[in-house]
T-cell receptor
Framework: GIQVEQSPPDLILQEGANSTLRCNFSDSVNNLQWFHQNPWGQLINLFY???GTKQNGRLSATTVATERYSLLYISSSQTTDSGVYFC???????????FGTGTKLQVIP | GAVVSQHPSRVICKSGTSVKIECRSL??????MFWYRQFPKQSLMLMAT?????????EQGVEKDKFLINHASLTLSTLTVTSAHPEDSSFYIC???????????FGPGTRLTVT
């Protein structure tokens, strides 16, 4: 099956710092989404981004489908950004979602 | 965006009993819903794909007789954990796919504890 690897697995940031999270996938995909899982387990949709670049406030994402990776940028990080970030992909022709390994982010004051 | 609800959010049950978890798409119709399981500090693992009006498709290693899935309408799918054991304790999350894109919308999850 498709492999979805995220890096780094863990990240500690000082409040106000910027960061880049990476998602590599091993096959062509129809869909890629980024999620933030809060401490209560809720998955928050950040981006639906099968290709191209999108921005939403302090967050932006870029997916280069031909090179099989996606990046999530967090600027001016805040303590509320803490949690686990997942990318998730959908293979071509299917709706089944495969989640990445996750990046655990801790933003300290 | 689309909203998916789950009920209950948290449940504690005794070993040997069955527990039903509901997943509802509140403002859209979902012909396909998905059930995931997440152990502490791990990623989400797909358990099964639930199709309205037909049998669910289970991932390899998931016991279909233990995890019963019913998708009786376009807005409701249920997961029943039968004869639960402590090792079934986990966080269960459902999702529903939009009909025009592959974008997935996730429920808030159900934390199951089996004592």
């Amino acid at each position: 099956g498709i492999q979805v690897e995220q890096s780094p697995p863990d990240l500690i940031l000082q409040e106000g710092a910027n960061s880049t999270l990476r998602c590599n996938f091993s096959d062509s995909v129809n869909n890629l989404q980024w999620f933030h899982q809060n401490p209560w387990g809720q998955l928050i949709n950040l981006f639906y981004i099968p290709s191209g670049t999108k921005q939403n406030g302090r967050l932006s994402a870029t997916t280069v489908a031909t090179e099989r990776y996606s990046l999530l940028y967090i600027s001016s990080s805040q303590t509320t950004d803490s949690g686990v970030y997942f990318c998730a992909v959908v293979l071509g022709g299917y709706q089944k979602v495969t989640f990445g390994t996750g990046t655990k982010l801790q933003v300290i004051p | 965006g689309a909203v998916v609800s789950q009920h209950p959010s948290r449940v504690i049950c005794k070993s040997g009993t069955s527990v039903k978890i509901e997943c509802r798409s509140l403002d859209f119709q979902a012909t396909t819903m998905f059930w995931y399981r997440q152990f502490p500090k791990q990623s989400l693992m797909l358990m099964a794909t639930s199709n309205e009006g037909s049998k669910a498709t289970y991932e390899q290693g998931v016991e279909k007789d233990k995890f019963l899935i019913n998708h009786a309408s376009l807005t409701l799918s249920t997961l029943t954990v039968t004869s639960a054991h402590p090792e079934d304790s986990s966080f269960y999350i459902c999702s529903a796919a939009g009909t025009e894109t592959y974008e997935q919308y996730f429920g808030p999850g159900t934390r199951l504890t089996v004592t």
